[in-house]
Nanobody, 120 residues
Framework: VQLQASGGGLVQAGDSLRLSCAAS????????LGWFRQAPGKEREFVAA???????RYADSVKGRFTISRDNAKNTWYLRMDSLKPEDTAVYYC???????????????WGQGTQVTVSS
């Protein structure tokens, strides 16, 4: 499975961005899909995930501001980021795992990352 993330950029605090991740997999519809991020000098952390049934979960730091969604017909998932804050600045990675994937280590496939920079 190959993943291609896109949509990052430089924005101001309060702005919005939408990240996309395109995957090549015949059984994409059964994967759990996620977004993670890594800020400079920090460990990679969970942001959001969506499973095969559409159930979603979010990190507390982004809950209410970010929305994860998927389009199985396009083999693509998205991260809509609203009300961005400077602390959201990071490289964002998309990832995919088996249907039961929950922890970061259970996501087997990773995209190359896309930079999001939020200025104050």
């Amino acid at each position: 499975v190959q993943l291609q993330a896109s949509g990052g950029g430089l924005v101001q605090a309060g702005d919005s961005l939408r990240l996309s991740c395109a995957a090549s997999a015949r059984t994409f519809s059964m994967y759990t899909l996620g977004w993670f991020r890594q800020a400079p000098g920090k460990e990679r952390e969970f942001v959001a995930a969506i499973n095969w049934s559409g159930s979603t979960r979010y990190a507390d730091s982004v809950k209410g501001r970010f929305t994860i969604s998927r389009d199985n017909a396009k083999n693509t998932w998205y991260l809509r980021m609203d009300s961005l804050k400077p602390e959201d600045t990071a490289v964002y990675y998309c990832a995919a795992g088996d249907s039961g994937a929950y922890y970061m280590a259970e996501f087997n496939y990773w995209g190359q990352g896309t930079q999001v920079t939020v200025s104050s």
